[in-house]
């Protein structure tokens, strides 16, 4: 019973609750215990909130007894990524600053949730900050991969993800600002969506770059992730970034997609994203979800969008940016971590040292890169140009969306890599984002959905769909016609 | 505490240098609410009640723009005669304060919402300036700092301090003038001048409170000295902490002699951030910053482009209310003023008093009376400004008409007026209290003329011999006798009634 709870979608626990068939409550505690048995590995979840997820559980379960209309995910658990403020829960952002902080309020991704009777089963693990691509930034220790232990499950988002793999919650939440979302993702066997920017509130998410952070769903089927999609997304009027525009129809297309037939669909196979520095497992694995595509009646053929060779530089300078900004309020004033406060430091002299000890080496590492960025007679050389790039990555957009419907990519260059493998080299860790940037500084709509294993590792790959802004609903019908034509692929046995 | 500094005279500064000004004034607006969340915009308050995760600066929060204060902006920049952006941005000003809650503060950089626009400010002899605006931005204000310990009550040598965030987050309109030369001996009045005219500017629109000693309205005066010798553009400083109209004046003032007497003795000045102390008139060099600020300002990405439509500008320019240069021009048409007479009533701050006053109900004449005499010696008396008088328009223009009605003679209105100033209530409730009713009771008032006949039978005498002037004896006796609430021109009728 347990193991059939588990492993069942979001999708099809929420029939059964919604039925009568089993309890929320029996669903949550499947998942409650699967965290305990299996945390101890993966360390996916900084923080479970048993009683919490009992507690909504136990409503939804009450007004399900009640004939209550109950909304299509109401009961089915989830696991929420540590950048997303819960009122009175903790949220570290996987970081030493924020320790023992209980937000007095919640996002609006978190309310949104809460209102819609989805179970926050806990917060997941991430890089610091939500700097990184492997989870190995977390100030809590990394998150394993559960394909693999000795590997990342990728970041930011890793424990997210992770969750998802090791069957500890069929939902997740994850913030993208390069890739946090679709790479890990990608590593780990599931689907991740980086809806188009501003289609989801940010209130409540802990800002890393404000221009590029877009939360999204995250499930281990596209149809999970797309009824995800609709619970989270629509415009907040705490948030002037976000769009006042109907949320695209993402369940409806995945439904259809389901059908399997893509016939009059346009692919743009993206020429940038092949060839050196793509391990060839993965670049096979691309190739035959190519041909399947094809199958499906799709018609493909290769696009080329130049300016995307310099998103990742034109990222690696808006992002620390705009986060060396953001950071900055972390200061031992009014919440977090204190060190050195002992009546003989100045105001000073005690942020200096609380910022010192609390943020880690890749987070400084970016308020570096983006104070020297954004200094006076460099902001032009730095910044400036950078958005120049990002202009014209939207326009290769433009251009490559007037001729196909979707754009489609491997999601990273290669399968999960080795714990330690990369921690030391920041350019190597970096280009786990190559694929995935270019979304992010265009505002567009991307995903990831497993493609399978590679033939050389088994190990997860991930083929990435992108659409133009508020289409979000082309990417998941190509990936759901997709993801059927594909089956299954096994799971991790952990 | 103050270290002795070298100050050149006055006339010595004119003769040698030419001052040119520079002022930035921080406007707060009175909008209900706070510049990017729906916290209460109020002064005062218990520390630390109007907050939320936004003014706070809490992780995950985001600022959403106030559309009043977007209009109070535009509206502001109208009024200056600035151009308004199409298309503006904030920009994030970075640097770490702890009572600025995200160690940023949103304001606007390179693309403000109003610019190029100019003030004609009159000075005290008439002569009228034109101030040429730069720029006028909006902000957000940060919380306060109380510095606890330590002899200055700056932070350097507190032993600890205390942070108050209510006013983090208050919409702030900065309005920044061009470069100010050629006004040389009377700078240091142009500068007080601007300042008023702003402030009046303001008032009439009604976007601000406007009170430099709550700090809704503060000014930075920037100061430097051109030796006339070369005619080259000297360093400025910057000077904070003026609190009042007259402090700006004594601020410009010292800066222009404290510079000069640097420059005479083969110094320079350092370009700085200087504190005005009131108390001693004088300025004090800010805390020595160990590196440049560098503000490192970027587009805000939390908040969209803000592209006020043309549409929208020329209503706001439809609302604008009768500008205080225009409604000068206005009153001293109405009530027939000299320049003389209209600029005395201006530089007394009497103009919006007199004219609630005429508001109210009283003939200008009247009202202007009572304000630049009686009102303008009390005022004196207790060393506080006109406007600061415990006693409203409209409690003024009710003792007028109590005078006019013959309820009060002049005389008792005065002690009425007393009454309201001393917080006994209203000048009816004053009249109730201190018994000042004119006796009007002519039985009594014929008794009390009886009795003073009787007690000087000689005068009464010359009286009845047609001597009339002898009167004017009786007529004392009666108003000492009824202490002055008798109308003396009745008691005057029934005295040479009796002796008929």
Same mark, same amino acid.
């Given at each position: 019973?347990?193991?059939?709870?588990?492993?069942?979608?979001?999708?099809?626990?929420?029939?059964?609750?919604?039925?009568?068939?089993?309890?929320?409550?029996?669903?949550?505690?499947?998942?409650?215990?699967?965290?305990?048995?299996?945390?101890?590995?993966?360390?996916?979840?900084?923080?479970?909130?048993?009683?919490?997820?009992?507690?909504?559980?136990?409503?939804?379960?009450?007004?399900?007894?009640?004939?209550?209309?109950?909304?299509?995910?109401?009961?089915?658990?989830?696991?929420?990524?540590?950048?997303?403020?819960?009122?009175?829960?903790?949220?570290?952002?996987?970081?030493?600053?924020?320790?023992?902080?209980?937000?007095?309020?919640?996002?609006?991704?978190?309310?949104?949730?809460?209102?819609?009777?989805?179970?926050?089963?806990?917060?997941?693990?991430?890089?610091?900050?939500?700097?990184?691509?492997?989870?190995?930034?977390?100030?809590?220790?990394?998150?394993?991969?559960?394909?693999?232990?000795?590997?990342?499950?990728?970041?930011?988002?890793?424990?997210?993800?992770?969750?998802?793999?090791?069957?500890?919650?069929?939902?997740?939440?994850?913030?993208?600002?390069?890739?946090?979302?679709?790479?890990?993702?990608?590593?780990?066997?599931?689907?991740?969506?980086?809806?188009?920017?501003?289609?989801?509130?940010?209130?409540?998410?802990?800002?890393?770059?404000?221009?590029?952070?877009?939360?999204?769903?995250?499930?281990?089927?596209?149809?999970?992730?797309?009824?995800?999609?609709?619970?989270?997304?629509?415009?907040?009027?705490?948030?002037?970034?976000?769009?006042?525009?109907?949320?695209?129809?993402?369940?409806?297309?995945?439904?259809?997609?389901?059908?399997?037939?893509?016939?009059?669909?346009?692919?743009?196979?993206?020429?940038?994203?092949?060839?050196?520095?793509?391990?060839?497992?993965?670049?096979?694995?691309?190739?035959?979800?190519?041909?399947?595509?094809?199958?499906?009646?799709?018609?493909?053929?290769?696009?080329?969008?130049?300016?995307?060779?310099?998103?990742?530089?034109?990222?690696?300078?808006?992002?620390?940016?705009?986060?060396?900004?953001?950071?900055?309020?972390?200061?031992?004033?009014?919440?977090?971590?204190?060190?050195?406060?002992?009546?003989?430091?100045?105001?000073?002299?005690?942020?200096?040292?609380?910022?010192?000890?609390?943020?880690?080496?890749?987070?400084?590492?970016?308020?570096?890169?983006?104070?020297?960025?954004?200094?006076?007679?460099?902001?032009?050389?730095?910044?400036?140009?950078?958005?120049?790039?990002?202009?014209?990555?939207?326009?290769?957009?433009?251009?490559?969306?007037?001729?196909?419907?979707?754009?489609?990519?491997?999601?990273?260059?290669?399968?999960?890599?080795?714990?330690?493998?990369?921690?030391?080299?920041?350019?190597?860790?970096?280009?786990?984002?190559?694929?995935?940037?270019?979304?992010?500084?265009?505002?567009?709509?991307?995903?990831?959905?497993?493609?399978?294993?590679?033939?050389?590792?088994?190990?997860?790959?991930?083929?990435?769909?992108?659409?133009?802004?508020?289409?979000?609903?082309?990417?998941?019908?190509?990936?759901?016609?997709?993801?059927?034509?594909?089956?299954?692929?096994?799971?991790?046995?952990? | 505490?103050?270290?002795?500094?070298?100050?050149?005279?006055?006339?010595?500064?004119?003769?040698?240098?030419?001052?040119?000004?520079?002022?930035?004034?921080?406007?707060?607006?009175?909008?209900?609410?706070?510049?990017?969340?729906?916290?209460?915009?109020?002064?005062?308050?218990?520390?630390?009640?109007?907050?939320?995760?936004?003014?706070?600066?809490?992780?995950?929060?985001?600022?959403?723009?106030?559309?009043?204060?977007?209009?109070?902006?535009?509206?502001?920049?109208?009024?200056?005669?600035?151009?308004?952006?199409?298309?503006?941005?904030?920009?994030?000003?970075?640097?770490?304060?702890?009572?600025?809650?995200?160690?940023?503060?949103?304001?606007?950089?390179?693309?403000?919402?109003?610019?190029?626009?100019?003030?004609?400010?009159?000075?005290?002899?008439?002569?009228?300036?034109?101030?040429?605006?730069?720029?006028?931005?909006?902000?957000?204000?940060?919380?306060?700092?109380?510095?606890?310990?330590?002899?200055?009550?700056?932070?350097?040598?507190?032993?600890?301090?205390?942070?108050?965030?209510?006013?983090?987050?208050?919409?702030?309109?900065?309005?920044?003038?061009?470069?100010?030369?050629?006004?040389?001996?009377?700078?240091?009045?142009?500068?007080?001048?601007?300042?008023?005219?702003?402030?009046?500017?303001?008032?009439?629109?009604?976007?601000?409170?406007?009170?430099?000693?709550?700090?809704?309205?503060?000014?930075?005066?920037?100061?430097?000295?051109?030796?006339?010798?070369?005619?080259?553009? /000297?360093?400025?400083?910057?000077?904070?902490?003026?609190?009042?109209?007259?402090?700006?004046?004594?601020?410009?003032?010292?800066?222009?002699?404290?510079?000069?007497?640097?420059?005479?003795?083969?110094?320079?000045?350092?370009?700085?951030?200087?504190?005005?102390?009131?108390?001693?008139?004088?300025?004090?060099?800010?805390?020595?910053?160990?590196?440049?600020?560098?503000?490192?300002?970027?587009?805000?990405?939390?908040?969209?482009?803000?592209?006020?439509?043309?549409?929208?500008?020329?209503?706001?320019?439809?609302?604008?209310?009768?500008?205080?240069?225009?409604?000068?021009?206005?009153?001293?048409?109405?009530?027939?003023?000299?320049?003389?007479?209209?600029?005395?009533?201006?530089?007394?701050?009497?103009?919006?008093?007199?004219?609630?006053?005429?508001?109210?109900?009283?003939?200008?004449?009247?009202?202007?009376?009572?304000?630049?005499?009686?009102?303008?010696?009390?005022?004196?008396?207790? /060393?506080?400004?006109?406007?600061?008088?415990?006693?409203?328009?409209?409690?003024?223009?009710?003792?007028?008409?109590?005078?006019?009605?013959?309820?009060?003679?002049?005389?008792?209105?005065?002690?009425?007026?007393?009454?309201?100033?001393?917080?006994?209530?209203?000048?009816?409730?004053?009249?109730?209290?201190?018994?000042?009713?004119?006796?009007?009771?002519?039985?009594?008032?014929?008794?009390?003329?009886?009795?003073?006949?009787?007690?000087?039978?000689?005068?009464?005498?010359?009286?009845?011999?047609?001597?009339?002037?002898?009167?004017?004896?009786?007529?004392?006796?009666?108003?000492?006798?009824?202490?002055?609430?008798?109308?003396?021109?009745?008691?005057?009728?029934?005295?040479?009634?009796?002796?008929?």
């Amino acid at each position: 019973m347990t193991n059939d709870l588990i492993h069942a979608t979001a999708a099809e626990l929420a029939a059964k609750i919604h039925s009568g068939e089993v309890s929320s409550v029996e669903v949550t505690r499947a998942h409650l215990d699967r965290i305990s048995e299996t945390n101890g590995k993966v360390n996916s979840f900084l923080h479970v909130d048993t009683e919490g997820a009992l507690a909504q559980a136990r409503k939804v379960d009450d007004a399900v007894k009640a004939g209550e209309k109950v909304s299509p995910l109401a009961g089915v658990p989830l696991a929420l990524k540590d950048v997303m403020t819960t009122e009175g829960v903790p949220t570290t952002c996987g970081s030493k600053m924020l320790e023992g902080w209980l937000p007095p309020y919640d996002a609006t991704v978190t309310r949104k949730l809460k209102e819609a009777g989805v179970v926050i089963l806990g917060k997941t693990n991430m890089d610091e900050f939500a700097m990184g691509s492997s989870t190995e930034n977390s100030a809590y220790g990394p998150t394993r991969n559960p394909w693999d232990l000795e590997r990342i499950p990728g970041g930011s988002g890793g424990g997210s993800s992770a969750a998802l793999a090791a069957y500890q919650a069929p939902l997740a939440i994850g913030t993208d600002t390069g890739g946090s979302i679709r790479q890990p993702g990608a590593v780990t066997g599931t689907v991740g969506v980086k809806p188009t920017y501003g289609g989801v509130s940010r209130y409540g998410l802990v800002a890393f770059s404000s221009s590029l952070d877009q939360a999204g769903p995250c499930a281990r089927t596209v149809l999970d992730a797309a009824l995800l999609h609709e619970v989270i997304a629509g415009y907040d009027e705490m948030d002037s970034t976000s769009i006042n525009e109907p949320v695209p129809a993402v369940v409806a297309a995945a439904r259809e997609g389901l059908n399997g037939d893509l016939s009059g669909v346009r692919i743009g196979v993206v020429t940038q994203f092949q060839g050196e520095g793509y391990q060839p497992g993965v670049l096979r694995s691309f190739q035959a979800a190519v041909s399947q595509l094809k199958e499906l009646g799709a018609e493909i053929a290769d696009v080329s969008c130049p300016s995307f060779d310099y998103a990742l530089p034109a990222y690696y300078l808006i992002a620390p940016s705009e986060c060396s900004s953001n950071l900055a309020r972390f200061d031992a004033m009014r919440y977090g971590l204190r060190v050195g406060d002992d009546g003989t430091r100045s105001t000073e002299e005690v942020m200096s040292l609380t910022r010192e000890a609390g943020f880690g080496p890749e987070v400084k590492r970016r308020i570096m890169i983006g104070t020297y960025a954004l200094s006076s007679g460099y902001y032009d050389a730095y910044y400036g140009s950078a958005q120049k790039v990002r202009t014209l990555i939207t326009q290769d957009f433009q251009k490559a969306f007037a001729t196909f419907d979707v754009l489609i990519s491997p999601t990273t260059p290669t399968t999960a890599f080795k714990i330690g493998e990369r921690a030391n080299d920041p350019m190597a860790m970096y280009k786990a984002d190559l694929c995935t940037i270019p979304a992010n500084l265009a505002g567009t709509p991307a995903m990831s959905v497993p493609s399978g294993l590679s033939d050389e590792d088994g190990l997860p790959v991930g083929l990435q769909i992108m659409a133009p802004a508020l289409q979000d609903h082309r990417m998941y019908r190509v990936a759901a016609a997709y993801e059927a034509a594909r089956g299954a692929f096994g799971g991790p046995s952990l | 505490m103050t270290s002795l500094v070298e100050l050149m005279d006055y006339d010595e500064v004119i003769e040698k240098y030419d001052p040119v000004l520079g002022l930035e004034v921080h406007v707060e607006l009175h909008t209900n609410t706070k510049m990017f969340c729906g916290c209460a915009n109020e002064f005062g308050g218990e520390p630390n009640t109007h907050t939320c995760p936004t003014c706070l600066g809490l992780p995950g929060s985001l600022p959403v723009v106030n559309g009043k204060a977007v209009e109070s902006a535009i509206r502001i920049g109208l009024a200056l005669n600035c151009e308004i952006a199409e298309w503006c941005r904030f920009a994030r000003k970075n640097y770490f304060y702890p009572d600025m809650p995200k160690n940023f503060q949103t304001s606007q950089y390179d693309e403000p919402i109003a610019y190029n626009g100019w003030l004609d400010v009159t000075l005290d002899d008439g002569e009228v300036i034109r101030v040429e605006i730069e720029r006028a931005h909006m902000e957000e204000d940060t919380g306060k700092s109380l510095h606890v310990g330590g002899a200055t009550g700056r932070i350097h040598g507190a032993e600890h301090s205390l942070l108050d965030y209510n006013r983090a987050g208050v919409p702030l309109i900065e309005i920044v003038t061009k470069m100010i030369p050629g006004t040389g001996r009377r700078a240091p009045e142009v500068a007080r001048a601007y300042v008023t005219a702003l402030r009046d500017l303001l008032k009439a629109l009604d976007v601000s409170d406007v009170r430099m000693d709550q700090g809704s309205l503060r000014c930075d005066a920037n100061v430097s000295l051109t030796p006339k010798a070369t005619g080259e553009l /000297g360093t400025r400083t910057e000077t904070k902490n003026v609190n009042s109209l007259r402090s700006v004046e004594r601020a410009v003032r010292f800066e222009m002699t404290r510079q000069a007497a640097v420059l005479a003795s083969g110094g320079t000045v350092t370009q700085e951030t200087r504190h005005f102390d009131e108390s001693s008139g004088t300025t004090s060099p800010g805390r020595k910053k160990e590196t440049a600020e560098d503000y490192r300002y970027f587009p805000e990405p939390d908040l969209v482009p803000i592209a006020p439509s043309r549409e929208w500008v020329e209503e706001l320019r439809g609302t604008l209310p009768e500008l205080p240069w225009e409604r000068r021009a206005r009153i001293q048409k109405e009530w027939n003023l000299t320049d003389e007479v209209l600029r005395d009533l201006v530089n007394a701050g009497a103009l919006d008093l007199i004219e609630a006053t005429v508001v109210a109900g009283a003939k200008p004449d009247e009202a202007r009376s009572w304000w630049v005499s009686y009102l303008a010696q009390q005022a004196n008396a207790r /060393g506080v400004e006109l406007t600061d008088l415990p006693i409203t328009p409209a409690q003024v223009a009710r003792v007028i008409e109590l005078v006019n009605s013959g309820a009060l003679t002049n005389k008792l209105a005065r002690e009425a007026v007393n009454g309201v100033l001393e917080g006994e209530g209203s000048p009816d409730e004053v009249v109730e209290k201190r018994g000042l009713k004119v006796v009007s009771d002519d039985s009594a008032l014929e008794k009390a003329v009886d009795e003073a006949l009787a007690a000087q039978p000689d005068v009464a005498q010359k009286i009845r011999d047609g001597k009339v002037q002898a009167a004017g004896a009786i007529v004392g006796a009666v108003m000492k006798a009824t202490k002055g609430q008798a109308d003396a021109a009745r008691v005057r009728e029934i005295v040479l009634a009796r002796c008929s």
